[in-house]
Nanobody
Framework: QVQLVESGGGLAQPGGSLRLSCVAS???????????VGWYRQAPGEQRELVAR???????IYGDSVEGRFTISRVNVKKTVYLQMNSLQPEDTANYYC?????????WGQGTRVTVSS
């Protein structure tokens, strides 16, 4: 059973930065490298939305509101996905979820809370 554990959330000031990490367990690094990975977020009372997604053999996709501020990356040997978040704004406040998926499998982490406030 694949498990995803996010970390790195917390409180940041407007204009600040945070880096989220998502570590996968229950899967080998080679198999992990075959999955698409992504970050999504959900604010209170809102639907879950795409933040960033890396699709194998295709371009990385970013949500319109984070384009140019957030960067997704992965280190397959560590089975880890990162989300570097710069120039944070109060509107970025949400629970952030890691996603690892293929054509037949789809896994989610439990989420990490990000709060942007002065």
């Amino acid at each position: 059973q694949v498990q995803l554990v996010e970390s790195g959330g917390g409180l940041a000031q407007p204009g600040g930065s945070l880096r989220l990490s998502c570590v996968a367990s229950g899967i080998g690094s080679f198999t992990f490298s075959l999955y698409n990975v992504g970050w999504y977020r959900q604010a209170p009372g809102e639907q879950r939305e795409l933040v960033a997604r890396m699709v194998l053999g295709a371009s990385t996709i970013y949500g319109d509101s984070v384009e140019g501020r957030f960067t997704i990356s992965r280190v397959n040997v560590k089975k880890t996905v990162y989300l570097q978040m710069n120039s944070l704004q109060p509107e970025d406040t949400a629970n952030y979820y890691c996603n690892v998926e293929s054509a037949t499998l789809n896994y989610w982490g439990q989420g990490t809370r990000v709060t942007v406030s002065s």
